[in-house]
């Protein structure tokens, strides 16, 4: 595949994307090369913009078979965390913006979430099965700090004893810390901490806002210590890019104290292919069509799949060996663990009825 896009003379600086790709819902054309209107001297050329939403549901029924969850939800769609490869990108272009740099820059925000969720719990056909915050965008991303919305939806789990299951690449999650030993008390909580790479000059450019790898290492170490369980999704797994921490990845969240381990390979469905590509161009030129025909050799020729199962795994000789490393890691660093069952059996209509009266 062949994509017709600038090259970059100036990189934008604390993102992740660098283009803006062209969105067909859209009546406008967004500028796809920013850099030719931005001040050289500007180290923070955009700014964010957060845009307040009215949605009248909140929880989302997930169909897909190979994620893991049956339920999610995303106070906020769209995500300054800015990580270049997010599949949740192309989900932007329905609310009619770019899968590129306006999805980290253009914000839409739930602050009724919290509502929404405890009308849900209040409902009497609910039945309690584990929600999970983050199915498509961080819950923890950089706003949260000021909004504290997903802090409002763990007070709301808690009220009503009811599980969820938390995933982040942000150490602010440690601000809800004591929520999370309450849930925990209860067998309400799973936490899920992203992290693919110990070069944090790559997660830099990679994962521009996101927390650094130490503070990650240091918030899977808090965590484990107050006695909640951890998982670590190393997700995704580029080939040419952060394949080779692998082993060394798996030994240091064991010692900070993880369970678990899981792992995704790398898949660029839709416009994030041509994102990918050209940030390739901009931080990794010299091994732009390496890492790009490794990820072909994942997943039959393309650079990503939408077959259920296979997506998330790839095949072929370089996702198998990606595989196997995964195995060993596992088996070296005791982080093959059961999975973890959260308790659905504390909430249930007659405790939400009668919270609801007393409310």
């Known amino acids: 595949m062949r994509f017709d896009l600038p090259i970059v003379h100036q990189a934008v600086r604390g993102r992740g994307a660098q283009i803006n790709t062209p969105n067909p819902y859209a009546n406008e054309i967004r500028d796809a090369a920013p850099w030719l209107f931005m001040d050289e001297e500007d180290a923070t050329p955009i700014k964010t913009k957060f845009v307040e939403t009215h949605p009248k549901s909140i929880v989302n029924k997930v169909e897909s078979p190979d994620v893991g969850m049956e339920y999610s939800l995303n106070p906020y769609q769209g995500c300054e965390h800015g990580c270049v490869y997010c599949y949740a990108r192309t989900t932007h272009v329905y609310w009619g913006y770019s899968a590129g740099l306006e999805f980290e820059s253009v914000v839409l925000v739930k602050k009724n979430a919290p509502d929404l969720l405890e009308k849900l719990l209040q409902r009497k056909s609910w039945k309690a099965s584990p929600v999970m915050l983050s199915g498509n965008t961080d819950c923890y991303q950089p706003v949260e700090k000021e909004l504290g919305i997903t802090r409002k939806l763990l007070e709301v789990f808690l009220k009503y004893k009811h599980p969820v299951g938390i995933v982040t690449k942000n150490a602010l999650i440690l601000r809800d810390l004591d929520l999370l030993k309450e849930l925990n008390k209860h067998n309400l909580i799973s936490v899920a901490i992203s992290m693919n790479t110990l070069d944090d000059d790559l997660r830099r450019v990679m994962e521009p806002r996101t927390s650094s790898t130490g503070k990650r290492l240091e918030t899977i170490r808090l965590l484990?210590?107050?006695?909640?369980?951890?998982?670590?999704?190393?997700?995704?797994?580029?080939?040419?890019?952060?394949?080779?921490?692998?082993?060394?990845?798996?030994?240091?969240?064991?010692?900070?104290?993880?369970?678990?381990?899981?792992?995704?390979?790398?898949?660029?469905?839709?416009?994030?292919?041509?994102?990918?590509?050209?940030?390739?161009?901009?931080?990794?030129?010299?091994?732009?069509?390496?890492?790009?025909?490794?990820?072909?050799?994942?997943?039959?020729?393309?650079?990503?799949?939408?077959?259920?199962?296979?997506?998330?795994?790839?095949?072929?000789?370089?996702?198998?060996?990606?595989?196997?490393?995964?195995?060993?890691?596992?088996?070296?660093?005791?982080?093959?663990?059961?999975?973890?069952?959260?308790?659905?059996?504390?909430?249930?209509?007659?405790?939400?009825?009668?919270?609801?009266?007393?409310?």
């Open 224 to 359: 484990s210590g107050a006695g909640i369980p951890v998982t670590v999704l190393a997700a995704p797994i580029i080939p040419g890019l952060n394949d080779t921490d692998i082993l060394p990845l798996a030994k240091k969240v064991a010692e900070a104290g993880a369970r678990r381990l899981s792992h995704i390979v790398v898949r660029l469905n839709g416009d994030v292919a041509q994102i990918f590509s050209n940030w390739l161009d901009t931080h990794f030129s010299e091994r732009k069509e390496k890492v790009l025909n490794k990820i072909r050799n994942m997943h039959q020729g393309e650079l990503g799949s939408v077959k259920y199962k296979e997506r998330m795994t790839g095949s072929g000789k370089i996702a198998d060996i990606i595989h196997q490393q995964f195995h060993m890691a596992k088996r070296l660093y005791m982080l093959d663990g059961p999975a973890i069952s959260l308790n659905t059996a504390l909430y249930n209509q007659k405790h939400a009825t009668q919270l609801q009266l007393f409310s």
